[in-house]
């Protein structure tokens, strides 16, 4: 038992770490859009530099004297240092730093591609769910470490002339993170106590993933071309996945007869806590019903996927997973944007500020967590099913919807202290973002739908967020226009806070209808006895 209890262990470390490095790397963009800007990515649409650029072109020599005009007159020794930070050569282009303050139309060029990538990610990634179901964990798993490998690698080589490998790129580390993150997801059914906290750390390391591509940015400072960091990643992706894999098989789910017969044990010994941890383990939900002499457990029919999709929880689900996505991918893609505005000679600052500070997502999950162990325990013992699974997910949900409320309010600030709190307002909403939603998705519904609900939310997210590139060039037309988008992306929050509304009216209307229908056992009941 113990040697059991210490491979689970290293099974969830695994996991996390896999999830920390891999699992939502396109969080990382902020970092990875000031490479491509660094090595001068579309650097020809800006006006100011179209000569700059085409001297680069021809003659990399006139370039170096170009950058002259700050060293002082007369001195050799600054002549040849400056040169050499330069970092040019009249073979390659691969050290050199071309361009640090980028122009409008550069950022919308690169804006564009993130906001394509992003729409195939999600969609591709809904093709896990039905794969994972139908042929277990290891197919899909193999091949999500194939394509994040492409992924690393199209990402590690893209250059100026063939900069559209940042589109394949972006979607297969996307996709490929999509299916770990699934699969991952379902150890939260191993766990007999503290699976909501186990997701919400798991969602934490997803948060964490800037990391990536912020090691990358440390190496890139350094003068290390970013290609060899990539192929780095590449390789322990391979160790890290492939252990992930190994124990995966080793923890394989138990045949449905073995659960069904573990979960009716409890049922008998009445260990309802560890019951409510277990029962989303089968296709099934567990009903209690109560009358005024004595306490019966059944198991009821498990809904179809049909069922499980066209309730109205779910259309809600997918609604808010639109309005927060949007407002996820828009932040980061953005984010580089508004610092060019806002701080445009710190920018390189601010970029490692903030991947630093979405790192601690790590630590801010532990928030969500704590508060939905915390709800479970306050509604465990409501006697309706629907209500001990939907009451507490309301809070954790609405939280999200106030905490991105507040991240647009402040950017109506542009000051350096406001930037501060602005990113640690970031961590916490993408913390209870994803915790939040996975949440839902394990407790409210049966364990082999969650591999398409989960998916599907991120799907609709993904093609919603879409509409980011339109919103981004409104974002750019004026002052005014910033101020009206702003003002735009708050009613649509508010508008997010109609799911823990509808979850709050679905779990009262179960509770009336097993009050009714308890009344009519009742009722019959007499009539049998005056019988």
Request: proline letters at 3%; glycine letters at 6%.
């Amino acid at each position: 038992m113990a040697t059991c209890n210490c491979l689970l262990l290293l099974f969830i470390f695994v996991a996390i770490l896999e999830s920390l490095l891999f699992a939502v790397i396109y969080a990382g963009w902020s970092s990875y859009v000031y490479i491509l800007i660094d090595y001068g990515f579309y650097i020809e649409l800006c006006e100011t530099n179209k000569l700059s650029s085409n001297i680069v072109g021809n003659n990399s020599v006139s370039l170096m004297l170009n950058n002259l005009q700050t060293v002082p007159n007369n001195n050799a020794d600054s002549f040849y240092t400056a040169i050499s930070d330069q970092n040019l050569s009249t073979y390659s282009l691969e050290n050199t730093t071309l361009n640090r303050h980028s122009c409008k139309e550069q950022q919308e060029q690169l804006h564009l591609l993130y906001s394509i990538s992003m729409v195939p990610i999600f969609i591709l990634g809904l093709c896990w769910g039905p794969l994972i179901y139908k042929f277990g964990v290891t197919g899909p798993k193999i091949l999500s470490i194939i394509i994040t490998c492409c992924g690393c690698l199209f990402l590690g080589f893209v250059n100026r002339d063939m900069p559209l490998l940042i589109v394949p790129g972006m979607v297969c580390v996307g996709v490929g993170g999509i299916c770990l993150l699934t699969i991952n997801l379902k150890i939260s059914s191993l766990l007999t106590i503290g699976s909501g906290l186990y997701i919400a750390i798991l969602s934490g390391a997803c948060d964490s993933s800037v990391i990536t591509f912020r090691i990358i940015k440390v190496f890139h400072d350094y003068g290390v071309p970013y290609k060899y960091p990539f192929i780095g990643f590449v390789i322990l992706h391979i160790i890290v996945a492939g252990s992930s894999l190994l124990l995966h098989r080793k923890f394989d789910i138990k045949p449905k007869d073995e659960q069904i017969s573990e979960i009716t044990d409890e049922i008998n010994s009445n260990n309802t806590e560890t019951l409510l941890e277990k029962e989303k383990v089968l296709d099934c939900s567990f009903e209690r019903s109560y009358n005024k002499n004595q306490e019966n457990y059944t198991v009821n029919k498990c809904p179809s996927l049909k069922d499980s999709l066209c309730c109205l929880p779910t259309i809600s689900f997918l609604f808010i997973m639109s309005v927060f996505m949007l407002n996820f991918l828009y932040y980061i893609g953005t984010i580089n944007s508004r610092l060019q505005n806002a701080v445009p000679d710190q920018v390189s600052y601010f970029t490692n500020v903030l991947s630093y500070i979405m790192f601690s997502g790590i630590v801010t999950a532990f928030l969500p967590g704590s508060m939905t162990e915390w709800q479970r325990k306050l509604f465990k013992d409501r006697k309706v099913m629907k209500q001990r699974t939907l009451l507490p997910n309301i809070l954790p949900l609405t939280i999200v919807s106030v905490l991105g409320i507040v991240l647009h309010i402040l950017s109506f600030f542009t000051s350096e202290t406001t930037l501060y709190i602005e990113f640690v307002v970031f961590t916490v909403f993408r913390s209870f973002l994803f915790s939040s939603a996975m949440l839902f998705v394990v407790s409210a519904y049966p364990l082999k739908h969650t591999n398409v609900i989960f998916p599907l939310g991120l799907c609709t997210g993904g093609i919603f967020s879409l509409s980011q590139y339109a919103i981004f060039l409104w974002y750019n037309q004026s002052t005014n226009a910033q101020f009206q988008v702003k003002i735009f992306m708050i009613l649509l929050l508010v508008t997010s806070l109609v799911h823990p509304l509808i979850l709050f009216i679905t779990a009262k209307g179960a509770c009336k209808k097993k009050d009714t229908e308890g009344k009519s056992f009742v009722t019959s009941r007499e009539k049998t006895t005056d019988l």
